[in-house]
Structures are given as C-alpha cells and as structure tokens.
C-alpha cells in the first residue's frame, strides 16, 4: 500500500490555489485562510514531534471546539499521530478509563480541567497541556515559540489516523481505530455523492470530537475548498443569520427542531441554501414534514456509526423519503441478516451488516472483541436492526443492543445502571432511551428501592450529578416495585419502553 496515503496530503491536494481564500469565518467574523490553516497545522505538527510524539503515538484531546482545535487535528495527521478526541462533557472518572486504556504520549485539555486531570495524567505518564477557544493555554504558549515546519510524515493507507471510543455489548468503551484510508474513502464519496461543487459554503456547528462534525462536515468541506462558517456551537440566531451567505448545513434532528421553532426560518431565508443534511439519530418524520413545509427544502437523511463513518444516504437528486435512510454509499456493501449472518429475504428486518473501504481497523487492544464483530466473510455486524426494500433503501427500525442515542451521543445503559446501583437504598434499576422530541431518544431510568433509604428522582440525579456527562444522566427517573422479567430472569427492557414511551411527549 502506498506510503504516501496521509490524509493531510489528499485535504491539502484540493485546497484553493489563492493563498487568502477563506477557510474558517469565526463567528466574530475574523477570518483564516486556507494558507493559514496550512501553516499553523505545519507549525503545530512540528512541535508535537518537538513534544516527542512520534507517529503512531495517541494524542487525546478533550478542549472545546475552536479553529486551533482543528489545527491540533490537522496537525495530528502530519505527524503521524493518532488524534483521540474525547466529549467535552466526559468527567474526570470517564477520561480515567481511556487514559489507562490508550496511554496517551499528549493529552490537551481545557485549562478549567487541568486540577482533575493533572494527577491522572502524571500516573498515564503522558505529558498535559492546555487549549481554550481563545488562543491560549499552554500549548498555545509552546505554539507561539514554535518554529514554522512543513512537516508531513509519509503514512500508508491501513496506518491508524484516530481512535474514536464508542460503546458496545457492555458497559466497557471500545476504541474504533480509525486509519487513513478509512476517512480518505469515506470523505471523497460523501463528497462526490452529496455533489459539492464550486461555490459552496458550509456552516459547520456541529462538535468536533464526533464523527459527523469532525469528518463528515470538516473533511467534505476542505476537500472542497470551501468557506467553513464556524461556530463554536450551536446558536439558532447565528445559523438563521448565516444560512443565506451558505449552501449547506449538516446536523442532529435537534438542529432541525430548534431551527423550526424560530421566527426567521422561512423559505426567503434559504434561498441559496442547495442541501440540509441530518445525522446522527433518527430524524422524525414530522420533523421532516414540518421542515418541508416551512422552507420547501426536504433534509437529506444519512446513516452511519464510529465505526464505519457513513454507510448510507438519502439520495442527492431523487427521492428523499423520511424514516429512511437511503441507500448503501458507492463502495459500500452490506446485507440484512439473521443472528447467524444469513441474508434474510427483502423487507424483513434484521441485523444491518456491512463490508466496504470505510469499516474501521478494528477495536483498540480487543482482539476477542473485534472478531466477534467480523462475519468469516469480512461482513462487520452493526447491531442496528434494519430493513431493505425491494430496491435497496433501507430503513433503520431499531437496535439489536440496548444503545441509546441521545441528541446524535451514543450512550450504553450498563455504565449508568452500575453507578445507580451504588446509591444507597436502591436495590437495582434499569436504564432505557425514550422518545424525546429534541433528543431524539432521552435517558431514563426505572428503579427498585430496598426500603433502607426515602428516594426521590432528584436524590438519584444529584447522585449522578458529578459522575457522569450531562448527556447521559437520566432526564426522568421512575421508581416501581419490581423489574418486568422473562422466565430466564432478564429484564424486558422493551416492556419498560414501550410503559414510558409518552413520557416526554411533553417536553
């Protein structure tokens, strides 16, 4: 395999020849040049070698979005490093896991961090800075001493570009190792499939330690040569402020739920806006409709997931039907299937299973675990329940695990349940995603007490308050007496589903 397959090389081979053109608009209106970003990432890919990272080291990052927090990415692509971003949200206990699991040579994280970090850090053996979306912190400091480098080390296609930590059959996160030719495939089909053309201009307001903001968004844009209209996050005034300087948005449904809720979307407001793309959880078909009705444009729905970026897409010109997800990329393979990997016949729902360029490497240091993943054939096994009309769309109906999807963040029930467990008074409790209209999914836990303490909803979440990111505490907490089981004693979480199911029908 070539050993030129950086991915730096493809992004740079298409930026603009004009040295000023723009290539992030902040939302200050300030301004840095596809020249800019090319030198700063060079610059910053030379310190981190200065740092002593070398390629095939980790670099976890946890900072807030900012344009030198895709510099650090871009500049993790040159020297060779594997770029780890970590949610914003996750607390000290959750980072503690992945350090001890990724043994990071660098990790960055926001200054207001560092008190918890520091020591967790020091025991990893990793080197800590820090990086604000200010321009400061103390690698901003070792990046202004800096001397100016063009540096991009030679990579081959399979070499890993990032790990991405996602949740699985148990309550442990696995790393979906991510190489070059991974994102390099995934990004130059999105790119021709969605049909960027010269001229376009994205706003990007999605995170970017995600897959869909980090290389959905940002890899189609600079393969482009786009503007990028970058806020830090999402701000419904500023997108409706900027949507008719830009001709696409990507986002989560909520995008969609909050844009519909405000006064200045209208069709005049969209003019010039040629595609809505929506990810990462499920779009609702009122949403869609609503959407529709209001600007006459139909969002363009996608599919994917950590480990394989995107799968599958609504069509660019043709029919874009909600509660679909469309049909398999070019490149992309896949088959519905039965518990033991059999195709199952069209229009019965199954078990989405999936072969093409974009399917990741496998889980970091989880050999046993990979391979349980892997059909004899190569077919990766989603866990996403689907089924595929006679001509090829597909539609995702479900999940084989207990996965809950919140506001597009994957979330695994066991990590909570354990946690709640440990609360004195509560004997057991399970935890469920419900239909929430924002969210998509919310969290919900359902729990048993002992008797030995009074609980009260707000008693659990205070419990849970500084142990886990906010976006997986549970939103509502139901106390019954016992759990619904089956006959083998496993609780029948879709019996509690469907009993809550209109509990935040309100919201």
């Given amino acids: 395999m070539s050993a030129d397959a950086n991915l730096y090389i493809l992004l740079r081979s298409r930026f603009p020849a004009a040295a000023a053109a723009t290539c992030l608009e902040l939302a200050d209106g300030s301004r840095l040049s596809y020249a800019d970003i090319d030198a700063r990432s060079g610059r910053m890919a030379g310190l981190l070698a200065a740092l002593g990272v070398v390629p095939g080291d980790r670099v976890m990052v946890q900072v807030d979005k900012s344009p030198d927090a895709v510099v650090l990415y871009l500049a993790c692509l040159r020297a060779g490093a594997v770029f780890l971003p970590l949610n914003t949200a996750y607390t000290a206990r959750e980072v503690a896991y992945f350090l001890d699991d990724a043994e990071p040579r660098l990790v960055v994280c926001s200054p207001r961090a560092?008190?918890?970090?520091?020591?967790?850090?020091?025991?990893?053996?990793s080197t800590l800075l820090t990086l604000d979306d200010a321009a400061g912190g103390t690698l901003m400091e070792r990046f202004a001493a800096?001397?100016?480098?063009?540096?991009?080390?030679?990579?081959?296609g399979d070499d890993l570009a990032a790990i991405l930590y996602t949740s699985g059959t148990t309550g442990r996160s696995k790393g979906a190792m991510l190489s070059h030719a991974n994102l390099a495939s995934n990004a130059q089909v999105l790119h021709d499939s969605w049909?960027?053309?010269?001229?376009?201009?994205?706003i990007h307001a999605l995170p970017i330690f995600h897959v869909h903001?980090?290389?959905?968004?940002?890899?189609?844009?600079?393969?482009?040569?786009?503007?990028?209209?970058?806020?830090?996050?999402f701000d419904a005034d500023a997108i409706v402020e900027r949507l008719p300087r830009a001709t696409v948005l990507m986002g989560v449904p909520t995008f969609y739920v909050r844009l519909l809720d405000?006064?200045?979307?209208?069709?005049e407001r969209v003019a010039n806006m040629r595609l809505f793309v929506s990810g990462s959880a499920p779009l609702l078909e009122e949403t869609f409709r609503?959407?529709?009705?209001?600007t006459g444009q139909r969002i363009l729905e996608r599919y994917g997931m950590t480990e394989a970026g995107m799968i599958t897409s609504n069509p660019l010109d043709g029919e874009r039907i909600a509660g679909t997800v469309g049909y398999f990329l070019p490149g992309i393979s896949g088959r519905i299937a039965d518990a033991d990997g059999n195709e199952l016949p069209r229009g019965e729902p199954g078990v989405l299973e999936i072969k093409g360029p974009n399917v990741f490497r496998g889980y970091w240091r989880m050999p046993e675990k990979t391979a349980e993943e892997f059909r004899p054939d190569g077919h990766f096994i989603t866990g996403d329940i689907a089924v595929m009309a006679a001509d090829g769309r597909i539609a995702i109906v479900g999940r084989a695990k207990d996965l809950i999807i919140s506001g597009g963040y994957n979330i695994y029930p066991k990590e909570i349940e354990l946690l709640i467990d440990a609360i004195p008074g509560v004997r057991e409790s399970a935890v469920i995603g419900i239909p929430h209209p924002d969210f998509g999914e919310a969290?919900?836990?359902v729990v048993v007490g002992n008797g030995s303490e009074a609980l009260d909803e707000a008693a659990v979440q205070q419990a849970l308050a500084d142990e886990l990111a906010r976006f997986k505490q549970p939103r509502k907490v139901f106390?019954?007496?016992?759990?619904?089981?089956n006959t083998m004693g496993k609780v029948q979480k879709n019996q509690l589903r469907q009993t809550y199911s209109t509990a935040f029908s309100g919201a």
């Fill in 479 to 485: 106390f019954v007496d016992e759990l619904p089981r």
């Fill in 290 to 294: 609503a959407f529709e009705e209001r």
């Fill in 195 to 202: 049909g960027w053309r010269a001229g376009d201009v994205l």
């Fill in 262 to 267: 405000h006064p200045g979307l209208d069709r």
């Fill in 443 to 445: 969290v919900a836990a």
């Fill in 146 to 156: 800096a001397a100016g480098s063009d540096l991009v080390v030679p990579r081959a």
């Fill in 114 to 125: 560092v008190a918890a970090l520091a020591p967790l850090a020091e025991a990893a053996g």
């Fill in 213 to 233: 903001g980090l290389f959905v968004a940002l890899h189609t844009a600079l393969l482009n040569g786009s503007p990028l209209l970058f806020l830090n996050k």
